[in-house]
């Protein structure tokens, strides 16, 4: 059983920069993001805990091997305590029990990189906190839980001395998300080349705006911040955009000829379409909603990084064939040995000149998170 690091002094919830992964659509890329940006973090030197908060478990399965229920239920089993609903049921099962850190799972291949554990039946837990968020009727019962998950990941950084805490999280409006961002330091809004994304894009400028007066609401409200896991009171910030997985115009003929040569570059004029419709989006609407509600950085922090045109961290076209191979080795694609990447010849160059580019990306990517993440912006 995994030892649970005690200490019943309250945490420091600024002392580490949590940033959570967040789109309402689903399959943006918020899970792959999350894994190689973690390990680029980590790589640079910070310690980062990544968070699997979605109940579908893709990082937690990514990160520990897991292809199936039964071997995250005897992960369960075997190590009790070790995941984030375990870590929650103090409060949400009102145990007579204080919430404890995690001791988290190290991730092969670095040591400055832990997961915390998804899992699948988190989402028992939405209903009684959707509850607890709706400010009222006899909350009194109910006032340890908007703090709680809080709670858990600073008390679960505190003991990892963690700079970073990545959240992944599911593709919902659910309570959990609402809860998981609002308490956040910062977010991430990954996007696919698509309508789906545009309209996503549209519809967070109205989800944020009534997310914000509630977390304002909540904050002020003294049966929270009296709780046994005060609710904190932080204006998330958002750091930027990210699009991922569009297809690029062709470069050489080698990929089309062996089929298998994954590429990166200009994308390709269906897919810069939809990135320049996401860009006007985020400009003309999400921006304004944001900027109105203080959920921005100042306009000088988002030019210090060169992003303050669209607001588009990274630009990421599709891996290709990295990714399968990436998923099987448990490494981000820009890691990929020449014998994991199975590939010789003209296609193997290029394969290598795409890892290049990939692992310049994440590193620039893990370059502006942390610049634009070194002063306090919270408020
Ligand atoms: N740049 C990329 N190139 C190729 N495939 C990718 C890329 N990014 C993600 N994928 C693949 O696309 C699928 C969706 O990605 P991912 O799981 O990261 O999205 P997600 O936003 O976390 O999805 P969900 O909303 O279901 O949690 C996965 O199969 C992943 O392996
Ligand atoms: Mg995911």
Redesign the pocket.
């Known amino acids: 059983m995994a030892k649970h690091p005690k200490s019943s002094a309250k945490p420091d919830q600024k002392q580490v920069k949590r940033i959570a992964?967040f789109?309402h659509?689903?399959?943006?890329?918020?899970?792959?993001?999350?894994?190689n940006l973690g390990w680029m973090l980590a790589s640079k030197g910070h310690r980062v805990v990544m968070v699997d908060s979605?109940p579908?478990c893709?990082?937690s399965g990514l990160v520990l091997g897991y292809k199936g229920q039964d071997e995250f239920e005897k992960f369960y089993k075997t190590q009790p305590g070790r995941n984030i609903r375990d870590g929650l049921s103090p409060a949400f099962e009102s145990r007579p029990k204080e919430i404890e850190g995690i001791k988290c799972v190290p991730v092969k291949g670095n040591d400055n990189l832990f997961l915390l554990p998804g899992h699948i039946r988190l989402s028992e837990y939405e209903v009684s906190l959707g509850m607890a968020q709706e400010l009222s009727g006899t909350i009194q019962t109910l006032q340890n839980l908007p703090g709680s998950i809080s709670y858990l990941l600073a008390k679960t950084a505190e003991f990892h001395k963690a700079e970073y805490i990545l959240i992944?999280?599911?593709?919902s409006l659910s309570s959990i998300n609402q809860n998981i961002l609002m308490t956040s330091d910062y977010f991430i809004v990954?996007t696919?080349p698509d309508y789906f994304s545009v309209m996503a894009i549209d519809s967070l400028a109205t989800v944020f705006p009534r997310w914000r007066a509630w977390s304002k609401k909540a904050g002020s409200m003294p049966v929270f911040h009296e709780a046994a896991y005060p609710f904190p009171t932080i204006v998330p910030k958002f750091l930027g955009t990210i699009v991922?997985?569009y297809r690029v115009r062709d470069r050489s003929t080698a990929s089309q000829e062996e089929g298998s040569a994954?590429t990166s570059g200009t994308p390709a004029a269906g897919f810069q379409k939809w990135i320049n419709e996401i860009n006007a989006k985020v400009i003309n609407t999400l921006l304004p909603v944001l900027r109105q509600h203080e959920m921005t950085l100042s306009d000088a922090e988002y030019h210090k990084v060169g992003i303050e045109k669209d607001y588009c961290l990274a630009s990421?076209?599709?891996?290709?064939s990295?990714?399968?191979k990436?998923?099987e080795h448990q490494v981000p694609?820009f890691l990929l040995t020449k014998e994991q990447i199975r590939l010789s010849g003209k296609v193997l160059n290029l394969t290598n000149e795409s890892k290049d580019i990939f692992e310049r990306i994440f590193s620039t990517l893990a370059d502006e998170v942390i610049e634009m993440t070194t002063d306090d912006h919270g408020s």
Do not use: C, E, R
């Open positions: 992964l789109n659509k689903g399959g943006v890329s918020k899970t792959t993001t999350t894994f979605d579908q893709s990082l992944d999280m599911n593709p990954p696919s991922q997985k994954p990421i076209s599709d891996f290709n990295l990714i399968a990436a998923q694609v």
